[in-house]
């Protein structure tokens, strides 16, 4: 399901006067995982589960992980606990901002 989608249905649930939310972590965490993908079946909606840079990257991370086993095993979270795959959103940060900032900073002559 397409993003604007998914939040369109929200809104218009919202304006019909059925209250529609969306469970949201910023977690590598599996149990933080778990919980929000059993909060999202419980409410019938969808989660939104984002990693940030630090947790996830192109190094590892420091969960040890890189995107694509990180959307490997929440998916596979999502399946083993019943949760329809349209239900799932996953984000990340699109660069690794913060290392390349601190190696920036590391390299960066004194004045």
């Known amino acids: 399901m397409q993003v604007s989608t998914l939040f369109s249905r929200i809104i218009a649930s919202r304006e019909a006067g059925a209250p529609q939310g969306l469970a949201s972590v910023c977690s590598a965490?599996?149990?933080v995982i778990r919980a929000a993908i059993g909060q999202a079946i419980e409410d019938g909606g969808p989660v939104l589960v984002e990693a940030t840079a630090?947790?996830?990257n192109q190094h590892g991370g420091y969960t040890g992980m890189q995107a694509g086993p990180f959307?490997?095993?929440v998916e596979g979270e999502a399946r083993t606990l019943g949760l329809?795959?349209?239900r799932?959103?996953?984000r990340g940060?699109?660069?690794d901002a913060t290392r390349?900032?601190?190696a920036a900073i590391r390299t960066c002559p004194s004045t």
């Open 88 to 90: 799932l959103l996953l």
């Open 93 to 95: 940060d699109p660069t």
């Open 71 to 73: 959307r490997f095993f």
């Open 29 to 31: 965490h599996p149990v």
């Open 100 to 102: 390349s900032r601190s």
């Open 54 to 56: 630090n947790q996830v």
């Open 84 to 86: 329809r795959p349209d």
